[in-house]
Nanobody
Framework: QVQLVESGGGLVQPGGSLRLSCAAS????????MGWYRQAPGKRRELVAV???????NYADFVEGRFTISRNSAKNTVSLQMNSLKTEDTAVYYC??????WGQGTQVTVSS
């Protein structure tokens, strides 16, 4: 059973930054893709970013160059650096790995 534990969420003002981190209970080199999804109230869960074992990263259109995903195989973590945050980025952010494993989610609130 793969366990994913997120951290780093919180309250930030528009234009601010947050860094989310997800610690995996396995060697992440054993999974091809790891990423982040988010779900805002009343909306469907949507992909934010995904990073592959080969070093490729893909982002949702709404990211617009503001977020950066990274994998650290030495620490078995995947992180999401979020800059220039907007109020519409408010959501619960979930860590995900291929094989359909999910973390419990961490709340990100962007508000003045």
């Amino acid at each position: 059973q793969v366990q994913l534990v997120e951290s780093g969420g919180g309250l930030v003002q528009p234009g601010g930054s947050l860094r989310l981190s997800c610690a995996a209970s396995i060697n992440i080199n054993s999974v091809n893709a790891m990423g982040w999804y988010r779900q805002a109230p009343g909306k469907r869960r949507e992909l934010v970013a995904v990073a592959t074992r080969a070093g490729r990263a893909n982002y949702a259109d709404f990211v617009e160059g503001r977020f950066t995903i990274s994998r650290n195989s030495a620490k078995n973590t995947v992180s999401l650096q979020m800059n220039s945050l907007k109020t519409e980025d408010t959501a619960v952010y979930y860590c995900w790995t291929s094989g359909e494993y999910w973390g419990q989610g961490t709340q990100v609130t962007v508000s003045s």
